[in-house]
C-alpha cells in the first residue's frame, strides 16, 4: 500500500514536473516567434 | 567424448522458450518488419546468450575461475556503468529532430507533457499488481514510447526487468499503428475525430532554432535536474543540426553515431535476456504493462486536447493529442491516416508531428524526472 501511495506522489509530482518544463518552454517558444514578428 | 553433448543435456526448457522467442523476434524484424534495427539484435542475442557454457557472456570455468564475455562486458562498460549506450544515442536522435513544426505552433508542446500520463498511470497500475516501486516506475517508463529512455531509467533503478521492459518498449513501438487507433477510437466520436484543422505555418528562423535546444536544456536543468543528461544530449544533437556549421557533425551523428549505438545496444540488450531472468510471470505481466502504458498515454492525449477545446475557439482534432506520445514519427501517420479514414480532405499530419516532436520532449523529462523522483521514496 505504501508504493501505490507513492506512485501516486510520483504521479501527480511528476506530472507537475513535466507541465511546468513544457509550459516554460512554451513562453521561450512564444518569445521566439515574436522576436521575429518584432525584426 | 562426454563434452560433445554437455551443452545438450544442459539444456533446460527456459532456454527453449528463450530460443522460440528470440526466434520470434527475428521474425517480426525481418517478415513484418517490426523495429528491425533493433529487435533482430535482440532476438538473435536472446538465443546466443542462452546457449549453454556459451563465451559471449560470463561463465565460471573449472580451474580457471571467472572467463568474461563480450555481451555482458558490453553491457557492463556502455550500460551498466555509465549509461552511455543509451544516452548517446540521443544525440544522434536529437539531430534527426526537426523542432520546426512545433515552433511554428508551440501550443502543441502542451501535448508531449499530457501524454506522458500512461508512464504514471502505468507505475500506480503495477504498484497495484505487487511490482516493488523501482521496477514498477521502471515498467511505466515503457510508456515513454523510447527504446533508450526506457532502457537507462531501468538500469538505473537497478531493476530486474531490463531485458523485458527493453522488448517491450520497441514491440511496442513498432505496433503503435494497432495500439493507437483501437485507443484513440475508445474516447473520440466520429465526429470529433473527423475536425479540420487548418496548418498555417509561420516560417522559423535559424535564430529561433538555434536558441530553442539550449533554452529546453537550461529549463529542464533548472526545473527538473535530473532530466538533464537526457535532454541535454538529444538537445545538443539538435543543437548540432541547426547551428549550420557542423554539417558533417550532423551527418555524422544522424548516421555513423546511431547506426554504430543502434548495432551494439540491442545485442547487448539481449546480454540481460538469460532464460532465469527472462522465462517467469513477471515478463508476461511486464508486456501486458507496457501495453496498458500505451493505451493509456493515447488516452491521456485525446482527453487533454477535448479538455482544451472547452476553453479554445479554434477547435483541436482530438487524435492530435495522441500523437503527443514519443513514437515518432509512426504516431504521427497513423494520425493523419486515421484523419484521412473519416475524412479524406482532413490534413492532421503537420500538427501530428509537432505535438510528436513534443512528445519526444516529453518523454525525456519524464524519464529524467522519474530518476529524480523514485529515489526519494525508496531510501
Request: hydrophobic share 55%; proline share 5%; charged share 10%.
Amino acid at each position: 500500500m505504501n508504493s501505490v501511495l507513492a506512485s501516486l506522489e510520483i504521479m501527480w509530482k511528476g506530472m507537475a514536473a513535466i507541465f511546468a518544463v513544457i509550459l516554460c518552454v512554451y513562453v521561450a517558444a512564444l518569445w521566439l516567434n515574436r522576436k521575429k514578428k518584432e525584426k | 567424448m562426454e563434452f560433445l553433448i554437455e551443452g545438450f543435456a544442459a539444456t533446460t526448457w527456459q532456454q527453449v522458450v528463450m530460443y522460440i522467442v528470440g526466434a520470434l523476434l527475428v521474425f517480426l524484424a525481418i517478415k513484418k518488419k517490426m523495429e528491425p534495427s533493433l529487435l533482430l539484435p535482440m532476438g538473435f542475442g536472446a538465443i546466443l546468450v542462452n546457449i549453454p557454457f556459451n563465451g559471449a557472456i560470463d561463465q565460471m570455468m573449472e580451474g580457471i575461475g571467472n572467463v568474461p564475455g563480450i555481451l555482458d562486458w558490453l553491457f557492463r562498460v556502455g550500460i551498466e556503468a555509465s549509461e552511455a549506450m543509451p544516452l548517446l544515442l540521443f544525440i544522434g536522435i536529437g539531430a534527426m529532430i526537426d523542432f520546426g513544426p512545433l515552433l511554428s505552433n508551440p501550443k502543441l508542446l502542451l501535448f508531449g507533457a499530457a501524454a506522458q500520463w500512461g508512464i504514471f498511470g502505468t507505475i500506480t497500475l503495477a504498484c497495484l499488481l505487487g511490482f516493488p516501486l523501482q521496477d514498477a516506475a521502471s515498467i511505466g517508463i515503457i510508456g515513454a514510447a523510447d527504446g533508450p529512455t526506457s532502457i537507462l531509467v531501468s538500469q538505473v533503478l537497478k531493476s530486474n526487468f531490463v531485458g523485458p521492459i527493453a522488448v517491450a518498449a520497441y514491440s511496442y513501438m513498432a505496433l503503435v499503428p494497432i495500439i493507437q487507433p483501437m485507443a484513440i477510437k475508445l474516447v473520440t466520436t466520429k465526429k470529433e475525430r473527423s475536425i479540420r484543422m487548418s496548418y498555417n505555418p509561420r516560417s522559423v528562423s535559424q535564430t529561433s532554432k538555434i536558441l530553442f535546444p539550449i533554452i529546453v536544456t537550461v529549463i529542464a536543468g533548472y526545473v527538473a535536474p535530473a532530466s538533464v543528461s537526457l535532454v541535454g544530449l538529444l538537445m545538443f544533437g539538435n543543437l548540432i543540426r541547426e547551428c549550420g556549421v557542423l554539417g558533417s557533425l550532423s551527418d555524422t551523428a544522424q548516421t555513423a553515431l546511431a547506426n554504430l549505438i543502434t548495432l551494439l545496444l540491442g545485442i547487448t540488450v539481449a546480454s540481460t535476456m538469460k532464460a532465469e531472468a527472462f522465462v517467469n510471470w513477471q515478463t508476461l505481466m511486464i508486456m501486458g504493462l507496457g501495453l496498458v502504458a500505451f493505451v493509456f498515454d493515447t488516452i491521456a492525449g485525446c482527453l487533454f486536447a477535448k479538455l482544451l477545446n472547452l476553453f479554445t475557439k479554434n477547435k483541436i482534432n482530438p487524435m492530435v493529442g495522441a500523437a503527443g506520445i514519443s513514437a515518432f514519427p509512426m504516431s504521427a501517420r497513423v494520425i493523419q491516416k486515421m484523419g484521412q479514414a473519416e475524412d479524406p480532405q482532413n490534413h492532421l499530419l503537420m500538427h501530428a508531428i509537432g505535438a510528436n516532436v513534443a512528445g519526444q520532449i516529453g518523454s525525456v523529462i519524464a524519464g529524467g524526472v522519474i530518476l529524480g523522483l523514485v529515489p526519494q521514496f525508496l531510501a
